[in-house]
């Protein structure tokens, strides 16, 4: 996961260049949904999870990558640090809170495709706020 994370974060700088930020960002967490709900299908072999693990983490953090630049337009200079750490901060509670929730709704009896389901859709929570901000000259 790792690996294809840091590929992910490679490849969408050099393809934001070419296409825009929040596009790429939208279609990176649109696509790290589908590939959380996968998991939860589960794999026929460690070689099947690995892959899997690896195209997840190449969108997963290729989508924080586009957070990242996102928050650079978003924010007025004047509150671009402030909100900046502030975004950075929701999205490592994130982080924290999305394993102990997965735990317990596995722990209630809920399947796992159920459970990756269930944390798919912040990821595409993340894409409809993308898709509902207002457009700005430098996007």
Do not use: E, W
């Not at 290729?62 to 650079?72: K, S």
């Not at 159920?114 to 993308?130: D, H, K, Y």
Request: charged share 10%; hydrophobic share 55%; glycine share 16%.
């Amino acid at each position: 996961m790792s690996l294809g994370g840091a590929i992910g974060g490679a490849l969408f700088g050099l393809i934001a260049t070419r296409i825009g930020v929040r596009p790429l960002t939208v279609c990176t967490l649109l696509a790290g949904a589908l590939m959380v709900a996968h998991f939860g299908r589960g794999a026929p072999d460690l070689d099947g999870l690995k892959s899997t693990l690896a195209v997840t983490g190449l969108f997963t953090n290729a989508a924080i990558a586009g957070f990242y630049l996102l928050f650079a337009q978003v924010f007025p200079t004047h509150v671009r640090a402030t909100g900046t750490g502030f975004a950075i901060g929701v999205g490592r509670g994130g982080a924290v809170l999305a394993p102990i929730i997965a735990g317990y709704l596995l722990n209630a009896g809920l399947a796992v495709r159920t459970v990756a389901l269930t944390m798919a859709c912040g990821s595409l929570l993340a894409a409809a706020a993308l898709l509902a901000l207002r457009a700005r000259d430098s996007d």
